[in-house]
């Protein structure tokens, strides 16, 4: 309770929105639900729309208050999926090593994505259910070969056994503010003749599209 109370009283210095997408069943929940409460549900139910939760943390001595989005799968949400990229700066593409057609869809979902989110945008590749190694259909090298053609990050997680669901989110919130705090000082620089910089001490950061764009910071790698 304490902990909660510490989180409620702490300066936010950073809103981080972070979308996790993919097909259905892969398994999006439960890796938000380990993440944010450390919680796994064996009887968890396929999201409905969206939903979101919160989490709290320190990088470089910054709080840093993560707002993980997740969505259903399911194509008739489609259209829900389009507007809630919007503002994102983090995305998590989701497969179920189990199921090769999870995998196989992960190039659609990024076409999409990339459609939609800021071209800056830190994305990480997640294959799920590694606890599941014997019924593995999807290689972790034809994952990592996807992701370094792509540019992204990669981790294979276990929501069933906490395993790498931990550092998957510090992984990509950790690059998320190296790349804000870039365009920060971007923008801190442009004003330093009289406006004000809200990048630096506003609680709600974001990377909208029509914002000016820093330089590419090449960041996001496997």
């Not at 939903?51 to 709080?63: G, R």
């Not at 800056?120 to 972790?140: A, C, E, F, H, Q």
Request: charged fraction near 25%; include cysteine; hydrophobic fraction near 40%.
């Amino acid at each position: 309770m304490s902990n909660l109370q510490s989180n409620f009283n702490q300066k936010i210095d950073y809103v981080f929105k972070v979308v996790l997408i993919g097909d259905s069943a892969v398994g999006k929940s439960q890796l938000l639900s380990r993440f944010a409460r450390n919680e796994f549900s064996l009887d968890s139910k396929a999201t409905i729309g969206v939903e979101f939760q919160t989490k709290t943390l320190n990088i470089d001595q910054k709080a840093i208050k993560a707002q993980i989005w997740d969505t259903a799968g399911q194509e008739r949400y489609r259209a829900v999926t389009s507007a809630y990229y919007r503002g994102a700066v983090g995305a998590m593409l989701v497969y179920d090593m189990t199921k090769r057609q999870s995998f196989d869809h992960i190039a659609r979902w990024l076409e999409e994505l990339r459609g939609h989110a800021d071209k800056n945008i830190v994305i990480m590749l997640i294959g799920n259910k590694s606890d599941l190694g014997s019924l593995r259909v999807v290689p972790t090298e034809d994952a990592k070969e996807f992701a370094q053609m792509e540019n992204l990050f990669f981790m294979e997680t276990s929501a069933l056994e906490a395993t790498n669901v931990e550092a998957a989110f510090n992984t990509i919130l950790t690059e998320i503010y190296r790349v804000i705090s870039k365009k920060a000082l971007v923008a801190n620089d442009e004003t330093d003749s009289g406006g004000s910089s809200s990048l630096l001490k506003g609680t709600k950061i974001v990377v909208p599209g029509q914002e000016p764009q820093a330089a590419s910071s090449g960041c996001c790698r496997s």
